[in-house]
Each structure stands twice: as C-alpha cells, then as structure tokens.
C-alpha cells in the first residue's frame, strides 16, 4: 500500500463559490479540453454521438432546488472534482503506489504507467471523484492542471486550472491553503467556507463558499414592476419602462 506524506510544505487547492456558480459548465469543458491534450493519457469518449453516449470528465457540475425554511427557492450549482484531501484513501488503498499525494504541493496524483486499473481508489474515495478511463484501463482524476500552473512558458495568468481560468463568473479561486494569508484562505475565513463532508476525515484541502440567502421573490429586484409584463400587456409595460427615462 502506499504511504502518504508526513506532512506537506503546500496545500494547494481550490475554493468554489457556490453563490456565483451558474452551472455554465465552463469549467467542465475547458478541464476536458486541456486534459484531452495535456498531462496523460487523453480523456476518452464512447460512443459521444450514439444512443448511449459515455466519457471520463474531471469535473462535473450538479444542479440541485434548495427551499430553506426562511428563504426562497434557489438553485444551487455544485461543481465536483477531486480535492485532494490530506488523509486521501485513494492514496492509501493502491496496491502499486500509482495513486500517490505530493509532498511539495499536496497535489495527489496518479501515476498512469503503474495503474492496473483495479478501481480501489475508486470504492475508497468517498466524494466520487475519480474515473476510470475505459479506452486507456487506468484511473484518471484532476491533477490540478500539475502541468500548467508550474508552466514558466505560459503567461503568469494562465499558470492556474484550466477550470479557474475559464470561470467566467469568477466562481472558481485557485491557490495554497495551508498559508492563512493566501488570498484563498482570506476569501475562506471571509465567506465561512466549509470543507466536504469533514466528519470522514479525510482533510479534504478544497472548500466550498455557501449560497447567500436570496431575498423573496417579490423583493428580488427594484426592477421587478418595470419586468412584469402580465399586469397591462406589452404596450402597458413599454410604456412604464419607457415612462422611467
């Protein structure tokens, strides 16, 4: 089995906001993009035009309705990739040290040249995270874009995920959570960001911002009397809105 790092000198990771997330998928695709061309093996697609249509992604985006008691109706955007916990089981589990975590960063990795495609990591990682590649028969998972943010030939703003850059709401914050003073760790303690499911203990680095409360529907907008078209037809509204200026 393979051993995890005593400790690790970076934690580097993501903070994903869930207020700002709009479910664009942008992030989705622009991971698959660059996975397609950059570190590893390509991220496969079977059968992507048929009936049955399946792939390997590294990110995928949930949409969930949420009603708080005291609050309207929202959805709510959930991006999920791996997050690179401390104490990552996936790690631990592997049978041939493909599956390994970092000690200058705390990226966790998988070595795909000593993957046997045997899915452990998979049944031990308890946030669904990683994928098995059926063209290639080895375990693929976000790697961080490893082979961008070190990347001295690429622009300094594009040395960050290729899911963080492409955000285009900015929902997406890429940086080292083990220094408080990060901006990632200021934006966390800011926000009262939370880690995924603490009580498995597995020290996931990644943290989520949650949702502010949304005001009721009827209080959504200053604009909302000027939006409703209902209440005297298309000329009736054309002529408030126009009525404003």
Partial sequence: MT??????????????????????????????????????APLSDQDPYGADPSGTFLNRVHSY???????????VNFPRSCLHCEDAPCVTVCPTGASYKRAEDGIV?????????????????????????????????????????YNEELPEEDRQPACVRTCPTGARHFGDLGDPDSAVSRLVAEREGFALMPELGTKPVNRYLPPRKKDRPEEASLLAPLLDIRATGLAGWLDRVLGRF
Avoid: F, S
């Fill in 65 to 75: 309705a949420v009603q708080p008691d005291d609050n309207a109706a929202q959805i």
């Fill in 109 to 149: 990795l998988v070595n795909e040249d000593a993957c046997i495609g045997c899915g452990l990591c998979a049944w031990a990682c308890p946030y669904g995270a990683r994928e098995m590649d059926q063209a290639a028969g080895v375990m693929k998972k976000c790697t961080l874009c490893v082979d961008r943010i």
């Fill in 3 to 40: 051993c995890l790092p005593p400790k690790t000198d970076r934690k580097l990771g993501l903070v994903i906001d869930l207020d700002t997330c709009v479910g664009c998928h942008a992030c989705v695709t622009a991971c698959k993009g660059w996975n397609d061309q950059g570190y590893g």
